[in-house]
């Protein structure tokens, strides 16, 4: 899957106060200094390099026992499926049972049991193989798209780096325009934001496992998410020479 980028635009806000200082500690005359906040934002729009697909099986029985065998087979089965596929990490998750009354919710009339399971990989064109050949005993549950652990990091760091070198290059800019010598960093604080894609959610018919007509090929497409790391802070100009 091929990762792509492109430079969001830097924002910027300036905000400026004259703030008189008390008498330092040192005895000497309070001077007062102009104070800027400064806010700026580096961005990056990256396409999602990781894809997780969430399966689920449900069978009803007279019994629990009944009803757990049907489950853990298919499970079983699915896992074995599953781990044919290389790089892509299996968990399964939710497993619940519970009873089922008639009508008028007086009479047990049998159990029902559901297990999911997670597929997650930053090949899509395997997970949408797999997927569509779990279909013959599962059913589709949600299927989404995110920016792996390791690519967010990669970027945060480079955002990181980018928004304090924007930051510290605002600053200078505001203290030579305003005919400043330079400035002395009061405060910085640094702030990361990014924008998931939601999974998409089936409704999902379960499968049998005698059914005559194939699953139809899963359509996956990967969309984009935006990372952005901002740096806002607070300098103090220098006073005029």
């Known amino acids: 899957m091929k990762t792509c980028l492109r430079l969001a635009s830097l924002i910027l806000v300036v905000y400026i106060t004259s703030v008189p200082l008390s008498v330092l500690a040192n005895g000497n005359e309070g001077v007062t200094y102009d104070r800027v ?42 896992l074995a499926e599953a781990r044919k596929t290389a790089d892509i ?17 007086t009479t047990l009339t049998g159990w029902r049991a559901r297990q999911s399971l997670r597929l997650e990989t930053t090949n899509g064109e395997k997970l949408a193989a797999l997927v569509t050949s779990l279909q013959a005993r599962l059913a589709v549950e949600s299927i989404g798209f995110s920016v792996s652990a390791a690519r967010r990091t990669a970027l945060e760091d480079e955002l990181t780096r980018e928004a304090l070198q924007k930051f510290e290059a605002r600053a200078s800019q505001v203290a030579e325009t305003l005919g400043r010598p330079g400035y002395r960093l009061m405060r910085i604080e640094l702030g990361n ?37 901002t740096a806002s802070g607070l300098i103090q100009l220098d006073s005029r020479p």
């Open 89 to 105: 990490k299996l968990e399964t998750t939710q497993y619940s049972t519970w009873p089922v009354h008639s009508d008028n919710g």
């Open 193 to 229: 934001t990014g924008s998931v894609s939601p999974p998409i959610h089936y409704r999902g018919v379960m499968a049998m496992a005698d059914r005559a007509m194939a699953p139809a090929p899963v359509q996956m497409e990967a969309g984009e998410e935006t990372l952005s790391m």
């Open 37 to 78: 906040q400064l806010s700026v934002s580096a961005s990056r729009v990256v396409v999602s390099d990781l894809s997780v697909a969430t399966l689920y099986v449900e069978r009803d029985g007279k019994t629990q026992l009944e009803v757990s065998a049907a489950i853990n087979e298919t499970m079983a089965w699915a």
